[in-house]
């Protein structure tokens, strides 16, 4: 019998899952709109591969990508490839479902339960990593929801359990919830968090990461696309503003002026970009992960050497200095505003003057 193929790092940085001890890659592999959507069959596992082989070992989808079909090419590309499952972190998320019926969707018990045992049928696996609450679910109490999770883990079937695209008040509840019942909170958030859009991770998270050391796992980091430059001259054929339904209308949206102070920055970023011999994509990967509240980039992509290309992140990241942060905030214009200290010092991430 074959022995399953050997798991290298290749120099990939790996960080903590917030609190956790579980370790996950800088840079991860996402099925959102790709694996089982726009990219199915053999280049599946072309890109799955090529993660795999670059030290990417994490991968992340969802009940609800492609109706099903992200968790069932991930998962039947997994098998034969024939990975170790303890060498994998796989992470999936619950809240809509494939049906229509009244509770096949939301964070009730009943749905949380059966919408995992669902997603590892797709996934041919008996657990992932981390199971995410797709969703907040403000038609179930807190209890309801911080319990089943807490079942599911029992069970065995998920490692962990994290949120996504909740807001602090909701994730802080969730806390307390956890805390009063000597249950096990959240470790993570999967929210969006690009040059473009920082209000949320970077002031509303804020209080999170000091009290619960919360992890992050960051999906659409290049602003589907944008943060690119294939949008500065128009919307190409091939691009997924022109292929994604979800996106008609972003044309028109690029001729704002929002959008097009957007473009005329990304064009400004691919200036300090090629000043380090690199891209815009690789800049706006690297300055995620300059942050330290970045646990893990989740990367999108159709192609393998899509994927290849997005690596040259790694490579900048050292070059990148205090000086080019402010030179990136200097054209940003768009920091968030933190907490008033009313005249106490100001401290860095971890505490100190």
């Known amino acids: 019998m074959s022995q399953p193929p050997k798991y290298e790092t290749k120099g990939m940085p790996f960080r903590k899952l917030g609190a956790s001890g579980l370790r996950v890659p800088l840079l991860s592999l996402g099925g959102w709109l790709t694996l089982g959507g726009s990219v199915k069959g053999d280049p599946v596992k072309e890109i799955i591969q090529t993660a795999f082989e670059n030290g990417i070992n994490m991968f992340d989808t969802a009940e609800a990508y492609a109706k099903g079909e992200s968790e069932l090419e991930m998962g039947r590309v997994i098998k034969e490839l024939g990975y170790r499952r303890t060498d994998l972190v796989i992470t999936t998320k619950i809240f809509w479902g494939l049906r229509d019926g009244p509770n096949d969707s939301g964070l009730s018990r009943k749905h949380i339960i059966e919408g995992t045992q669902e997603s590892l049928e797709r996934l041919q696996m008996t657990y992932v990593d981390v199971l995410f609450a797709h969703r907040y679910d403000n038609t179930v109490p807190m209890e309801e929801i911080v319990r089943a999770f807490n079942y599911v883990i029992e069970k065995g ?3 962990y359990w994290g949120t996504s695209e909740w807001s602090a008040e909701e994730i802080e509840e969730a806390h307390h919830v956890a ?24 002031k ?17 980091p290049l602003a589907s696309g944008l943060l690119t430059g294939k949008y500065n001259d128009g919307i190409p054929k091939d691009s997924r503003f022109a292929r994604e339904a979800m996106f008609k209308g972003r044309e028109a949206q690029l001729k704002t002026e929002k959008g097009l102070a957007e473009i005329a920055k990304v064009k400004e970023l691919t200036k300090i970009a090629e000043s380090l011999d690199s ?75």
């Open 279 to 353: 891209t815009p994509t690789a800049l706006a990967l690297a300055w995620l992960a300059k942050n330290p509240n970045t646990s893990t980039i989740i990367l999108g992509v159709t192609s393998a050497a899509q994927l290849v290309q997005n690596f040259e992140a790694l490579k900048i990241l050292p070059k990148i200095t205090d000086d080019h942060m402010a030179q990136i905030e200097k054209i940003l214009a768009n920091k968030p505003e933190a907490a008033p200290t009313y005249g106490r010092p100001i401290l860095d991430v971890y505490g100190r003057l």
């Open 204 to 220: 509303e998270y804020a209080p999170l990461y000091k009290k619960y050391g919360y992890g992050t796992t960051v999906w659409s």
């Open 179 to 202: 805390t009063r019942l000597n249950l096990i909170a959240p470790i993570a958030e999967q929210l969006q968090h690009n040059m473009f859009h920082r209000e949320r991770p970077e």
């Open 157 to 159: 079937w998920a490692f």
